[in-house]
Nanobody, 126 residues
Framework: QVQLVESGGGLVQAGGSLRLSCAAS????????MGWVRQAPGKEREFVAG????????VYAASVQGRFTISRDNAKNTVYLQMNSLKPEDTAVYYC???????????????????WGQGTQVTVSS
């Protein structure tokens, strides 16, 4: 079973950038298709981005397409979310997530993910 720990969150002004990292332990991240999900105050969890096990395929929510980039470095056992042109509506707790180990493709919804980190807060001020 994989354990996931997010880092890199913080407070940033609108238009700024942040890079989130997700470090895996227990099993190598190369065994999993990975993703990022967020939850804003008072709202349900929302899919943000997903990446296939090989890293060759990515998928994004429409709300972040063109601004966010998901990537992975299997040698470092880490997945990243580069967030540019941040908006106040991007404020949320961001969670790293992994699909079940036999899944290869990137997941596109909350229910596609089986393992979760504890989250990192991202706050974008206007």
């Amino acid at each position: 079973q994989v354990q996931l720990v997010e880092s890199g969150g913080g407070l940033v002004q609108a238009g700024g950038s942040l890079r989130l990292s997700c470090a895996a332990s227990g099993r190598t991240v190369s065994s999993y298709a990975m993703g990022w999900v967020r939850q804003a105050p008072g709202k349900e969890r929302e899919f943000v981005a997903g990446i296939s096990r090989s890293g060759g395929s990515t998928v994004y929510a429409a709300s972040v397409q063109g601004r966010f980039t998901i990537s992975r470095d299997n040698a470092k056992n880490t997945v990243y979310l580069q967030m540019n042109s941040l908006k106040p509506e991007d404020t949320a707790v961001y969670y790293c997530a992994a699909r079940s180990s036999f899944m290869v493709r990137a997941g596109t919804g909350i229910d596609d993910y089986h393992y979760w980190g504890q989250g990192t807060q991202v706050t974008v001020s206007s």
